[in-house]
């Protein structure tokens, strides 16, 4: 995915890797953006509610 933050283009990944259809792991990859450091990631885990 591509974004705009603060007028400067991020690149980034989100990958979700599900446990069930509402819960599960994300894994968060950024290539590039205005914030240092630009390349990171970071994981966590998800709920979806209805």
Do not use: A, W
Not at 12 to 21: K, Q
Not at 34 to 50: A, C, E, F, V
């Amino acid at each position: 995915m591509q974004e705009v933050y603060q007028g400067e283009p991020v690149h980034y990944t989100l990958t979700l890797v599900c446990e069930t259809g509402r819960r599960g792991t994300f894994v968060f990859s950024q290539q590039s953006g205005p914030i240092k450091p630009d390349i990171r990631q970071n994981t966590g885990r998800y709920t979806l509610s209805h």
